[in-house]
């Protein structure tokens, strides 16, 4: 497949599945894509939380869970949250800290 082709098909992909960032001065031949935007997170009190579950190579599992043990009083989920922060996606340091623990008056 020439590249060409290749860059065509690329250009097909749904904006569902991972696309690469695009340029701040892309060429007139190239159609218009914007860049991803992330909106900013707004706390909301009590936002219900859903659950996630992925499947992962067992040896990425067992580097995280050394990761949280290594950090006293961490938790998986947080570990989680702190690199999704690391990718652009707004976290508060709030949701970090989850909801365990807390009491309510």
Not at 11 to 35: C, I, L
Not at 72 to 82: F, V
Request: net charge positive; aromatic share 0%.
């Amino acid at each position: 497949m020439t590249s060409k082709k290749l860059g065509a098909l690329l250009q097909s992909v749904p904006p569902a599945t991972a696309r690469p960032e695009v340029a701040p001065a892309a060429s007139a031949t190239e159609p218009n894509v914007s860049p991803r935007r992330v909106a900013p997170a707004v706390a909301v009190k009590d936002e219900p939380e859903v659950p996630l579950q992925v499947l992962i190579p067992a040896r990425v599992r067992e580097e995280l869970g050394i990761m949280v043990a290594k950090e006293r009083g961490a938790s998986l989920r947080s570990l989680i949250l702190r690199a999704l922060r690391g990718l652009g996606i707004e976290v508060t340091e709030e949701e970090i800290r989850g909801k365990r623990g807390r009491h309510r008056s």
